[in-house]
């Protein structure tokens, strides 16, 4: 099984402030006969379901704002906020879909300080 | 509008069976593979089994494999999961999600259904 790891547990940053999340896979999740990596990221908001930001590791989904960007390849990746607003605070997790069982990040906590 | 919505989940006591259904619509149901992922009280998430479009792969988390199985009826647009020998350790909010991606099985998650919860205790 693939094993994917997460850094930091949480995190607190100013409104405005630069936060980057960190995902790392036990192996790796690029697909050599495509080239794409087989990594989401979901953002998860108390008492809500989680939702889709990024896919294929850089892919931003429709109506996710621009603030939020994924970056990495093989086996280290990075989810980044580049301006962190109110109504970002929320759990992340990646998640990969190379292979069963897909599975997830221990997530990590963002709040504003 | 794509949506999933989940029911079936309840109080039941260990040892004992629970049906969860997943009611898609808003697209083509037959054409996706679709999944469970739970999350146990304040934890995070837990991929549990996932289905493809014509039910020829399936796969299983190692801690329900034996006890859970997947199924689903393209013609109703359901999803299901039928949970046997129910421990306390299931005790969790249960999504369905829709695979991303067209036709195969390996794809992001979205979207997800509101979650049924399952409480396993005596």
């Known amino acids: 099984d693939i094993v994917m790891t997460q850094s930091p547990d949480s995190l607190a940053a100013s409104l405005g402030e630069r936060a980057t999340i960190n995902c790392k896979s036990s192996q790796s999740v690029l697909y050599s006969s495509n080239n794409r990596n087989y990594l989401a990221w979901y953002q998860q908001k108390p008492g809500q379901p989680p939702k889709l930001l990024i896919y294929?590791?850089?892919t931003r989904e429709s109506g996710v704002p621009d603030r939020f960007s994924g970056s990495g390849s093989g086996t280290d990746f990075t989810l980044t906020i580049s301006s962190l607003q109110a109504e970002d605070v929320a759990v992340y997790y990646c998640q990969q879909y190379y292979s069963s069982p897909f599975t997830f990040g221990p997530g990590t906590k963002v709040d504003i300080k | 509008e794509v949506q999933l919505v989940e029911s079936g989940g309840g109080l039941v006591q260990p040892g004992r069976s629970l049906r969860l259904s997943c009611a898609a619509s808003g697209f083509t149901f037959d054409d996706y593979a679709v999944h469970w992922v739970r999350q146990a009280p304040g934890r995070g998430l837990e991929w549990v089994s996932g289905i493809s479009w014509n039910s020829d792969t399936i796969g299983y988390a190692d801690s329900v494999k034996g006890r859970f199985t997947i199924s689903r009826d393209n013609a109703k647009n359901s999803l299901y999961l039928q949970m046997n020998s129910l421990r306390a350790e299931d005790t969790a909010l249960y999504y369905c999600?829709?695979?991303?991606?067209?036709?195969?099985?390996?794809?992001?998650?979205?979207?997800w259904g509101q979650g049924t919860l399952v409480t396993v205790s005596s």
């Open positions: 294929w590791a850089s």
């Open positions: 999600a829709k695979s991303g991606v067209y036709g195969d099985p390996r794809g992001w998650f979205d979207p």
